[in-house]
């Protein structure tokens, strides 16, 4: 029977580390670290998430502000936003809520913040920075996917590791992070056709893709460890994984449940990042 992986207790441990060190910082250079997010238009999930990270942020010490705009925002006017964020000293981190209304684009966005001040992790420097192995700021859920590996003790060195999923949000970046590790890789996407035997053969597995129950229990090999990034609503309004849960805990030596697994690590892994890039900006 699989040890679970408690994201809630994790993320509190994170949470305080946090804390400790934007009080540090604070006593340093009489202001907190400064996290700004932009929230376009009233998508009712976002409007929680957005919440979410604006609490967490003021528990940790951190100076959070939101910029709720309107879903009609243009571009011009969201990206006028952006550069005087980009700009203002006292703001280290921004974060843009996404998905953007339609008629914004992501990318054109993203691509606007001061890397510097991406603490998603989600601009394209970052990005390189990740895939050339050097230090700068990553996104929040993978990195926090990898904290939980560290908890357990998984050493992903030499080991076999499945990333379902490729987004750039999620499935990318935490292959880099395993390959950095020295796992051997392998990402299976839309496209793949021998799913279950790719599990069936993987040490570590690493489900993003959005499916409910995609991943079989019996796929699941004997002490594997299985982190499940996937969110899915059931149509009872309960939260589900990608992962057959109740199957896969019965081989898994560790398992993270959903919800109560990735998604507290994401909010405390923005927070570190905050404190990185304060910390970063002023060196
Ligand atoms: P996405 O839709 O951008 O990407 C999904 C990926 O799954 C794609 O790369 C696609 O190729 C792949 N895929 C689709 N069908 C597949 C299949 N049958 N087999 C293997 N791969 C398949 O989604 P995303 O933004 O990467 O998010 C993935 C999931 O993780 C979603 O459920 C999302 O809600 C969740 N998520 C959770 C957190 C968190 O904090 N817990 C954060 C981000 C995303």
């Not at 979410?52 to 010490?61: H, L, P, V």
């Not at 750039?168 to 035997?197: F, N, Q």
């Not at 893709?209 to 229990?217: D, E, F, H, M, Q």
């Amino acid at each position: 029977m699989a040890e679970l992986i408690d994201g809630k207790a994790l993320a509190k441990e994170v949470r305080a580390e946090v804390k400790a060190r934007a009080e540090a910082f604070r006593a340093t250079h009489n202001r907190a670290p400064g996290l700004d997010v932009v929230l376009v238009g009233e998508d009712p999930a976002s409007q929680v998430y957005v919440r979410n990270k604006e609490r967490a942020a003021a528990k940790a010490g951190i100076e959070g502000r939101v910029h709720r705009l309107p879903a009609e925002t243009t571009e011009a006017d969201l990206l006028t936003l952006i550069f005087e964020l980009n700009g203002d000293d006292h703001i280290d981190g921004i974060l843009v809520q996404l998905p953007l209304p339609d008629h914004l684009h992501d990318q054109t966005i993203i691509d606007a913040i001061d890397p510097a001040k991406d603490v998603d992790g989600l601009h394209p420097f970052n990005a390189g920075l990740l895939v050339v192995g050097r230090k700068g700021l990553r996104p929040c859920t993978p990195s926090g996917c990898m904290r939980m590996l560290e908890h357990v003790a998984c050493d992903p060195k030499g080991k076999r590791a499945l990333v379902l999923g490729r987004s750039t949000l999620v499935g990318k970046p935490i292959a880099l992070m395993l390959l950095e590790k020295h796992a051997t890789v392998t990402i299976a996407h839309s496209r793949t056709i021998d799913l279950a035997d790719r599990v069936r053969e993987s040490d570590i597995v690493i489900a993003a893709v959005g499916r409910a129950n995609l991943v079989k229990g019996d796929w699941i090999k004997e002490g594997a460890v299985v982190i499940d990034v996937g969110i899915n609503r059931l149509d009872d309004g309960s939260l589900t994984g990608d992962v057959d849960f109740a199957g896969a805990k019965e081989r898994a030596s560790h398992i993270t449940p959903v919800p109560g697994g990735v998604g507290p690590m994401t909010i405390a892994m923005l927070l570190s990042n905050t404190v990185d890039a304060a910390q970063a900006r002023i060196l």
